[in-house]
């Protein structure tokens, strides 16, 4: 809402007021801050205010549930059922994109003090690097850290990893804080606008960082124009199943690589005993004796 609607809004009668509320509540983008002038009054007005508003959180916790019901923990059990790592990796940004109707969205993993850049996708440019049909990825890592050792904040990625902190902005041009030369160059070289962003830190179970999901550019479903990204209850959701589905991955794969060590270990381990064995045995010693009686024979002729 702007400031200019939000100014006509509060000059109206409290009728119109009321009626503005409820279509918000039939929209889906009602807040209780509509009503706030209302909700601390005990008379009729009141306590209409104070019915919608209780009215108005109510369906929206049932939309909620019903999304998760429908959506999320589909999405979320198929995941979880992904055996390909790329095709994952793809999924986990396709699906928050679609949630949240971002034209765009990277995905970084955490490796040592870099986050690498393993999944881009962007909607506009028909864009795609990373994955099982993607181009490779053609970015540098960005460092978590500088050349002096101290952290690196001023990427908006990297502050993420670094702080598990979720970054959301409107406008990338008129953000303060962060350095988008990146993001200005690779607009300036495809002729994109990169405006709102959502950065978003992936954690497992223990806090440990896996990585980084990256949205850009949320659109709204009617217009198409670009919007600041919402807060919202249901990417939570997903952004955690996506990540324990994520986390579940590398840590079966750790295992499976530990258990591969391990069996080369053991057959290294079994093949020294079996060395040993032959080594130690009779028949090795008198075949050693004869070979070297055999040798001292022959220098003797």
């Not at 962060?178 to 160059?185: E, I, P, R």
């Not at 391990?262 to 040993?276: P, T, Y």
Request: hydrophobic share 40%.
């Amino acid at each position: 809402m702007s400031q200019s609607q939000a100014t006509v809004i509060s000059s109206s009668s409290p009728l119109k007021r009321i009626m503005h509320a409820v279509r918000a509540i039939e929209r889906g983008d009602y807040h209780s801050a509509l009503l706030e002038e209302f909700l601390k009054e005990s008379g009729e007005l009141g306590q209409l205010a104070q019915v919608l508003d209780s009215m108005a959180n109510t369906i929206h916790q049932r939309n909620t549930q019903l999304i998760l019901l429908s959506k999320v923990i589909p999405i979320g059990v198929s995941l979880a059922a992904e055996k390909d790592f790329n095709r994952l990796l793809e999924s986990l940004v396709a699906e928050a994109q679609a949630f949240t109707h971002a034209d765009a969205g990277t995905l970084y993993l955490v490796e040592e003090d870099k986050l690498r850049f393993v999944i881009l996708r962007n909607t506009s440019l028909d864009m795609t690097m990373g994955g099982t049909k993607g181009a490779p990825v053609t970015f540098d890592p960005i460092r978590m850290h500088n050349e002096d050792g101290s952290e690196n904040r001023a990427n908006v990625a990297s502050f993420t990893a670094l702080t598990r902190k979720r970054i959301n902005i409107s406008d990338a041009y008129e953000a303060e804080g962060f350095d988008f030369s990146g993001t200005k160059a690779f607009d300036k070289k495809t002729g994109y606008h990169s405006k709102s962003f959502l950065t978003l830190p992936l954690t497992n179970n223990e806090g440990g960082m896996i990585g980084v999901l990256q949205l850009i550019n949320a659109k709204d479903p009617k217009t198409g124009g670009i919007v600041p990204f919402k807060d919202d209850d249901v990417l939570d959701a997903l952004i955690l199943l996506a990540t324990a589905a994520l986390d579940g991955y590398i840590r079966e794969a750790a295992l499976i690589h530990e258990i591969a060590k391990l069996k080369i270990e053991v057959d290294q381990a079994r093949r020294q005993k079996q060395v040993e064995e032959i080594t130690d045995s009779n028949f090795f010693r008198d075949l050693k004796n004869r070979a070297g009686e055999m040798r001292t024979k022959n220098k003797g002729e």
